[in-house]
C-alpha cells in the first residue's frame, strides 16, 4: 500500500512542477510521476529532508527539485511555456 501512496504523491509532485513551470501541459500520468519521484530524489539529496513528509518524500524540498528537473529536461529536449 505505501508503494501507492508513493506513486500518488510522486505524480502530484510532477503535477505541481509542470504548473509551477507552466511546461506541464504536455505531461502524461506517467511523466509527472517519473518527474516528481526523480525531482523528489534530487530535492532531497540537495537540500535535505525538511518540512512537512508524505510518504517518505519532503514535500517542499522534493517540489523544488522536480521543478528544476521539469525546466531542464524541457531546456534539453526544447519545450516552450504554455501562455
Known amino acids: 500500500m505505501h508503494w501507492i501512496w508513493v506513486l500518488i504523491v510522486g505524480g502530484l509532485i510532477g503535477l505541481a512542477a509542470g504548473a509551477l513551470t507552466r511546461r506541464g501541459g504536455s505531461m502524461g500520468v ?6 516528481g519521484l526523480v525531482g523528489s530524489s534530487i530535492g532531497e539529496a540537495v ?9 517518505g518524500m519532503a514535500i517542499i524540498p522534493s517540489i523544488i527539485g522536480a521543478v528544476i528537473l521539469v525546466m531542464i529536461v524541457s531546456l534539453i529536449f526544447g519545450v516552450k511555456a504554455e501562455r
Open 30 to 35: 506517467i511523466s509527472n510521476i517519473v518527474a
Open 47 to 55: 537540500l535535505g529532508a525538511w518540512g512537512p513528509q508524505v510518504a
